[in-house]
């Protein structure tokens, strides 16, 4: 880890600001976000449709639409959050497949986000979280909200290009990605 030591400058329920003791480079302190590690899934149904969250997000002023994403929780794996942010946020339940742990922000913040893929009946076993709306849309459409600039999470982009790699498949072109997933 690092030999940087840091104190709390600031802190949130959702995360705290961490200033270096030492400055760091430029006799300038160095700031950094901590906060719980979070977990990322790309969720599709057995339609061929990507389940995303749409939803209102203060910090930009509008509603965004997202793969299903959210912290995890003290004493709870990433497979353990997956499940339980899919089904609080989406109201389904899924099969998971892990695609790694990474880092989004490596030079200003300090949690891994756990990315997934899942696979859902869609059949609702809940209501999702009040403020989120389940959007479908179909899993070749899905070009059509990245080039629209909809879909603006850099992470979903991520996860897409893993799929891709670990499957050796196109996931936004090749038909029936789904048998070549979950064999």
Known sequence: M?????????????FIVEKSLENYSDNIPYFRINTNDSIICCLLDKDDNL???EQFRPNLGY???????????SEETPLDA???????????????IPLGSFRLMMNRTINKEHLFIGLTSGELIG???????TRAIPRKKL???IDGNELEQLAALGIIQL?????????????KVINKIWK
């Open 143 to 145: 070009i059509n909200a």
């Open 163 to 175: 799929i891709n790699l670990k499957f050796g498949i196109n996931f936004l072109s090749d038909d």
């Open 127 to 133: 209501q999702g979280e009040q403020g989120i709306k």
């Open 2 to 14: 690092s030999d940087i030591k840091f104190a709390n400058a600031f802190e949130t329920p959702f």
């Open 51 to 53: 389940l995303l969250a």
């Open 82 to 96: 997956a499940i339980r942010e899919i089904r609080e946020e989406m109201g389904v339940e899924c099969q998971l």
């Open 63 to 73: 509603k965004t639409i997202e793969f299903p994403a959210g912290g995890i929780e």
